[in-house]
C-alpha cells in the first residue's frame, strides 16, 4: 500500500531532499509529494488510492543564485498501482542525449565558429573542461573531453555540470582559440582557453556556457 524508494548519486551516495512525486493518472492536480530522508528514502501512502500513478523524482541545485530542478533517472518507468504500491528508486545522473533530444538533463556548451569565418568545422572539434572549484553538484568534477554534435540550437557539448571551467579546443588535433561569445555590444578577447561559467541567454530554461572558436592568428 506503499510506493517507497531510494534516490542516489551514481556513486550510489544517498541524497536527501529530493522531491518525489507521484502523479495521480486518472485525476488532474491530485499528486502526493514526498521528500527524501538523511539515508535518501521516501514513502507515499497509496492504501485508499484506487488509481495508477507516474512517479518522478527531482533534484534541486543552487547556482549563482538561482534554482535549478534536474530531473532524477528511475530504475523503470511502469507505473505504479494504488492500493498495491510499489518500489522505485532514482538516480541523480545526466539523461542520455538522443537524435531527438540532444541537450540532455545538465548544462550545455553551444559552440559557434567565428562569424564570417570557416576554417573552423565543427565536426571535427574537441573540447576540453576542465573544472575550477566546486560544481553545482558540490563536487570538483573531473576534466572531461567532448565532441559536439549538432542541434536545433546548433553545435553542442551536453550535460555539463554547472560551474566555472577553463575550456581549451582543437580541430584535428591542431589548437584553437575560444572566446564567450558576443552579446550585444560587448566583446570577449580571444586566448588559447576560456575560463568562465553559464549564462542565461536566448531564453533558455537552464544556463548554458555560449562560446566562439576560430583558427590561431600571427
Known amino acids: 500500500g ?16 529530493v522531491e518525489v512525486v507521484a502523479d495521480n493518472t486518472m485525476a488532474y492536480d491530485s499528486n502526493e509529494i514526498a521528500v527524501t530522508d538523511a539515508q535518501g528514502h521516501y514513502r ?79 565536426a571535427q572539434v574537441t573540447l576540453t573542461l576542465t573544472p575550477v572549484g566546486t560544481l553545482a553538484d558540490g563536487t570538483t568534477g573531473h576534466v572531461r573531453t567532448t565532441r559536439l554534435v549538432m542541434s536545433g540550437s546548433g553545435w553542442v557539448a551536453a550535460n555539463v555540470m554547472w560551474g566555472t571551467y577553463t575550456v581549451t579546443a582543437s580541430m584535428n588535433g591542431q589548437p584553437l582559440e575560444v572566446r564567450r561569445r558576443i552579446g550585444g555590444m560587448e566583446t570577449y578577447e580571444w586566448g588559447a582557453s576560456y575560463t568562465g561559467g553559464f549564462t542565461r541567454d536566448y531564453n533558455a530554461i537552464r544556463p548554458n556556457m555560449y562560446l566562439e572558436l576560430r583558427t590561431p592568428r600571427p
Open 2 to 17: 506503499y510506493i517507497t524508494g531510494r534516490a542516489v548519486n551514481e556513486q550510489g551516495v544517498a541524497l536527501p531532499g
Open 44 to 122: 507515499i501512502d497509496v492504501r485508499n488510492a484506487p488509481f495508477t500513478f507516474n512517479v518522478t523524482a527531482t533534484k534541486t541545485l543552487q547556482y549563482q543564485g538561482a534554482a535549478i530542478r534536474v530531473d532524477l533517472m528511475p530504475d523503470t518507468p511502469e507505473i505504479v498501482p494504488g492500493g498495491v504500491g510499489g518500489v522505485r528508486n532514482f538516480t541523480f545522473k545526466p539523461k542520455p542525449p538522443t537524435q531527438a533530444d540532444p541537450y540532455g538533463s545538465l548544462g550545455c556548451v553551444f559552440v559557434e565558429r567565428e562569424a564570417g569565418h570557416f576554417e573552423v568545422d565543427p
